[in-house]
C-alpha cells in the first residue's frame, strides 16, 4: 500500500479541485492522509464531511514539521511501503502513482522519486495525450513534487531538518543531499505527470518575512554554496540536477 500525505492551509477550491484528481486519478491501495495547517476557512470541516482522514495541528507549524509528521504516520503503518507528498494546486493525471510505483519497483535503489511537471492547461487533446505516452520511458536525476519514497530510505535517512524556518524548497534540497550522501539516487520520471501550472500552494500563504534569508543561510551553513551541484539558487544552471 502506498501513504500519501496532503498538506492544506485555506484554499479551499483549490484543494478541493486537487482532492478530485486524485479521486479520479488514483489507483491501486492508497491510504490519504490530509494535514491541515490551522486552516481558517472551514476546509478541516469540509474534508472530514467528505470522509477523508484529516490531522489538524493545534497550531501552525514549519512545512518541514508537517512533512515529518505525515512520514511518521506512514512508518507507524505496517502495510504502507512508500510513502508520498502532493500540494494541494496540483491535478493528477492517470496512473500518476500507478507509474511511480511501478518505476520504484524496477529500480529498487531509487530512493526519491519525482513525477513531471506540465505546465499551462491542463491537456485534453488525444494527440498531446499519446505522444505523452510515447515518451513516458524518461528518467533522470532530478527533484521534484509530488515524490514518493520507499520506507527503506526514509528510515535511512531519518526525518526533516525543522530548522529550516517554514519551508520554500530549502528543507526539500537538504533532504537530498542527504540522500545523496548515503548513494541513494533522487529522481524524476515522465512516466508519471502531473498538471502544476499555478504554484499557488500553502506554503506562499504561510511564508513569514525573512524566511527565504533565514533558509538560505542555515542551508549554506550546513552544505556551502555548490554541495553537490544540487539545486541550490547560486549553482550553475548545467550543475543542477533538476
Given at each position: 500500500?502506498?501513504?500519501?500525505?496532503?498538506?492544506?492551509?485555506?484554499?479551499?477550491?483549490?484543494?478541493?479541485?486537487?482532492?478530485?484528481?486524485?479521486?479520479?486519478?488514483?489507483?491501486?491501495?492508497?491510504?490519504?492522509?490530509?494535514?491541515?495547517?490551522?486552516?481558517?476557512?472551514?476546509?478541516?470541516?469540509?474534508?472530514r464531511e467528505?470522509?477523508?482522514?484529516?490531522?489538524?495541528?493545534?497550531?501552525?507549524?514549519?512545512?518541514?514539521?508537517?512533512?515529518?509528521?505525515?512520514?511518521?504516520?506512514?512508518?507507524?503503518?505496517p502495510?504502507?511501503?512508500?510513502?508520498?507528498?502532493?500540494?494541494?494546486?496540483?491535478?493528477?493525471?492517470?496512473?500518476?502513482?500507478?507509474?511511480?510505483?511501478?518505476?520504484?519497483?524496477?529500480?529498487?535503489?531509487?530512493?526519491?522519486?519525482?513525477?513531471?511537471?506540465?505546465?499551462?492547461?491542463?491537456?485534453?487533446?488525444?494527440?498531446?495525450?499519446?505522444?505523452?505516452?510515447?515518451?513516458?520511458?524518461?528518467?533522470?536525476?532530478?527533484?521534484?513534487?509530488?515524490?514518493?519514497?520507499?520506507?527503506?530510505?526514509?528510515?535511512?535517512?531519518?526525518?526533516?531538518?525543522?530548522?529550516?524556518?517554514?519551508?520554500?524548497?530549502?528543507?526539500?534540497?537538504?533532504?537530498?543531499?542527504?540522500?545523496?550522501?548515503?548513494?541513494?539516487?533522487?529522481?524524476?520520471?515522465?512516466?508519471?505527470?502531473?498538471?502544476?501550472?499555478?504554484?499557488?500552494?500553502?506554503?506562499?500563504?504561510?511564508?513569514?518575512?525573512?524566511?527565504?534569508?533565514?533558509?538560505?543561510?542555515?542551508?549554506?551553513?550546513?552544505?556551502?554554496?555548490?554541495?553537490?551541484?544540487?539545486?541550490?539558487?547560486?549553482?550553475a544552471?548545467?550543475?543542477?540536477?533538476?
Open positions: 500500500m502506498v501513504g500519501i500525505f496532503l498538506t492544506t492551509f485555506n484554499l479551499w477550491e483549490q484543494t478541493q479541485r486537487c482532492l478530485e484528481s486524485f479521486r479520479r486519478c488514483t489507483e491501486g491501495r492508497c491510504r490519504l492522509l490530509i494535514l491541515d495547517n490551522c486552516s481558517d476557512d472551514g476546509t478541516p470541516q469540509r474534508l467528505m470522509g477523508h482522514e484529516v490531522w489538524i495541528s493545534p497550531e501552525r507549524v514549519s512545512l518541514p514539521r508537517a512533512m515529518n509528521l505525515g512520514t511518521a504516520a506512514f512508518m507507524d503503518d502495510e504502507v511501503e512508500y510513502i508520498g507528498w502532493i500540494e494541494n494546486d496540483m491535478i493528477l493525471l492517470p496512473r500518476w502513482l500507478d507509474n511511480l510505483v511501478a518505476v520504484l519497483r524496477e529500480h529498487p535503489e531509487i530512493g526519491k522519486l519525482g513525477a513531471t511537471h506540465l505546465t499551462g492547461e491542463v491537456p485534453d487533446d488525444g494527440e498531446v495525450l499519446a505522444r505523452i505516452e510515447r515518451e513516458r520511458n524518461w528518467l533522470r536525476l532530478g527533484n521534484a513534487i509530488p515524490w514518493l519514497m520507499p520506507k527503506w530510505a526514509v528510515a535511512e535517512v531519518g526525518p526533516h531538518d525543522e530548522g529550516f524556518v517554514h519551508g520554500g524548497a530549502y528543507e526539500d534540497w537538504d533532504y537530498n543531499n542527504r540522500l545523496l550522501e548515503r548513494g541513494i539516487p533522487v529522481m524524476v520520471t515522465r512516466r508519471s505527470l502531473v498538471w502544476h501550472g499555478c504554484n499557488a500552494t500553502t506554503r506562499g500563504a504561510l511564508q513569514p518575512v525573512g524566511a527565504e534569508e533565514q533558509n538560505r543561510a542555515y542551508y549554506s551553513r550546513k552544505w556551502g554554496h555548490l554541495h553537490w551541484g544540487w539545486c541550490h539558487p547560486g549553482a544552471l548545467e550543475r543542477r540536477l533538476w
